[in-house]
């Protein structure tokens, strides 16, 4: 039943930081500048990650009031640490690059508005009724049309600052490269719903763990998880 989220989550990035290449010849400035930001962004990415895994996690042969419950307070979470990342990307201060100022301010703007977006997913959530499984299934449908919308926010939300010099000193800090989810997925008998495939219903969709290497990134790793649930 949570298989539609899972989809989501497991097809698409959030906040990817999509790097290639660490030129040694960064200035001091955008090195200092990426290390402040990324070190106070660590935690945020580690709880998104976390966040994301256990939506994933849950669809395993998991009962709508358990869906409900772990989808609502991930989604409070990643709102949350969407907040902590737009006051990281104030703190660090103008970055310094062409155009600094318009970077910084967007990308507060647009990371405040993403944890607003997935509140209202949150709230979209709690209304939902799980004594009555088929209208929640709908519902569910809802939230995850939803929360493709929201992740294409998120992809932008973040994408002046992973563009060129600024983005290669970005790629070399330790709190920016991909985290792995500190919560253990469930397992079954089936695995997640191939990436993008969030159209289809059935209970034996395919799974991918296929993940760019040697790239920073505030993505979960992939992983394989049940996406049977009760209907």
Known sequence: MNKKLAAVLSGGAVLVLALSGCSEDEGDKVGDWAKTFCDQAKPQIQKRADAHQIIISTAADSKPAEIQAADS??????????????????????????????????????LNATAVAYEGLKKQV??????????????????????TKIEK????????LEEGELGQAMAK???????TASVPPKTSGSASPQPGSTSSDSDSDKGSDAEPTGKASTKPSKKTSGTKTEE
Not at 74 to 99: C, H, M, T, Y
Not at 126 to 133: I, R, Y
């Open 73 to 110: 307070k991930a989604f409070q979470d990643i709102a949350n640490a969407d907040r902590a990342l737009a006051k990281a990307v104030e703190s660090a201060g103008v970055p310094p690059v062409e155009n600094g100022q318009k970077i910084q301010q967007d990308a507060i703007r647009e």
């Open 126 to 147: 709690d209304a939902l009724d799980p004594t009555n499984q088929q209208k929640f299934a709908d519902g569910l449908q809802s939230v995850a049309d939803g929360l």
């Open 153 to 160: 926010m998120d992809q932008d939300a973040l994408s002046k």
């Open 173 to 179: 800090q330790p709190g920016c490269q991909k985290p």
